[in-house]
């Protein structure tokens, strides 16, 4: 899908067509939205249990906070589908269905899922079952790529031992083990990464630096393009204060103890972790899939919720409305709204007017009530829902 894609759901009471009818209702409605602004296609909406007028402004509330949240659930999977597929846009888009069905498809033929919220319970039944599946859903995503981020990152350690430079990298298959004194009780052998630009000053004063270090001891070991390591021989009891004043010359002393077998032990466990990121990587990916399949249809549900409630709050019963879904792009989608305002603005009574020139206007004079009924500061006469799903 388009990332510039919106949609916007618009609930009408019948009434706006003069027989009454839902059919002609839908006329209108699809009249008022003009072809240049946007597509729209019905979306159905079972009709639900409704209880009392107070819990409906409550489940009006609950459903606001659940949207907002679905729709972070929606959009955290697809950032980490993004992270994984590297920023393929194209593979990005391969994976994001809803129900095996490409958004659009799904959107404009949107149907209740009748199996899994039974539409014959309670308002705050589905809410709550909304409520558990994105929280669910948001939890086995975040734990999947958290794994499999772990595992990439300790790969990347591993990888970067063999592969950096001789201040950061494995040691295994550089250092002669022959160079380390092990059986002393006295001597201890140090190993220095040190900046090319400083060698001429390490070797002349590395013997000066602390009390009891070995003339003449320093060996080179190895070099790179930005370090050159060496080998030097001090009395542990002096070991410390060496150590220190090394760092403090920021030349980096490297931990190294010769083990037998370690350079294969190195090799085998970045051939494990590989094999390991890959396995992960398969399982996030279809994770994430589903993840998003599954969080995006439960946003959808949420969404078509808040238009039942609304719309009950609105215009009361017996329940006559029409729901379009109107497929439009943020270029045009105010000259969508706009249209939708001219032809229904009456349906808001006294909080909309015109100015002198003819155009809606809403009232600023109505009272904090009215301009909260959506959660949105910007009310509409009408039923009106602006989402997108990238």
């Known amino acids: 899908m388009s990332k510039n894609q919106t ?49 409906l402004v409550q489940q009006a509330d609950d459903l606001s906070k659940l949207d907002t949240a679905c729709e972070g659930v929606v959009n955290k999977v697809g950032d980490s ?95 002669d083990p022959k160079l380390l004194i092990t059986d002393s009780d006295y001597l201890e052998t140090h190993l220095l990464a040190i900046p090319n630009a400083s060698v001429k000053d390490f070797l002349r004063s590395y013997e000066t630096l602390a009390p009891m270090v070995v003339p003449r001891s320093s ?10 390591l060496y080998a030097v021989v001090t009395f542990k009891k002096h070991s410390g204060e060496f150590v220190h004043k090394c760092r403090e010359r920021r030349w980096t002393p490297r931990d190294f103890k010769y083990k037998e077998g370690g350079k294969e032990e190195e090799q085998q466990e970045i051939d494990r972790l590989a094999k390991e990121e890959r396995k992960l990587w398969g399982e996030a990916l279809r994770l994430g899939r589903t993840g998003y399949s599954e969080s995006a249809m439960v946003w959808v549900h949420v969404l078509a919720l808040r238009v039942f409630v609304e719309t009950v709050l609105r215009y009361g019963l017996p329940l006559e409305f029409v729901c379009g879904l109107v497929k439009t792009n943020p270029k045009v989608i105010k000259k969508a709204k706009a249209n939708l305002d001219t032809n229904f603005s009456y349906l808001g009574g006294n909080a909309f007017g015109r100015d002198k020139k003819g155009r809606v206007q809403q009232d600023t004079n109505m009272g904090p009530e009215a301009a909260g009924m959506q959660g949105t500061e910007d009310y509409t006469a009408y039923v009106y829902y602006e989402f997108s799903i990238s």
């Open 7 to 55: 949609y916007f759901l618009v609930s009408l009471p019948t009434s706006i067509s003069p027989s009454n009818h839902k059919e002609e209702a839908f006329e209108t409605l699809q009249a008022a939205v003009s072809s240049d602004y946007g597509t729209i296609s019905s979306f159905s909406i079972p009709g639900f249990k409704i209880g009392t007028l107070d819990a």
């Open 219 to 228: 060996v080179r070991v190895a070099a790179d393009d930005e370090f050159a």
């Open 81 to 175: 589908l993004r992270g994984l597929l590297e920023g393929d846009e194209e593979k990005i888009a391969q994976q994001k269905t809803i129900n095996d069905k490409p958004i659009d498809q799904y959107l404009q033929s949107f149907s209740w899922n009748r199996v899994k919220y039974r539409a014959d319970k309670p308002l705050v039944d589905l809410i709550d079952a909304l409520q558990k599946d994105a929280t669910s859903i948001d939890n086995d995503v975040k734990a999947k790529f958290q794994q499999y981020n772990q595992v990439k990152s300790n790969l990347a350690t591993s990888q970067r031992k063999q592969t950096g430079n001789l201040s950061t990298r494995s040691l295994v298959s550089i250092v």
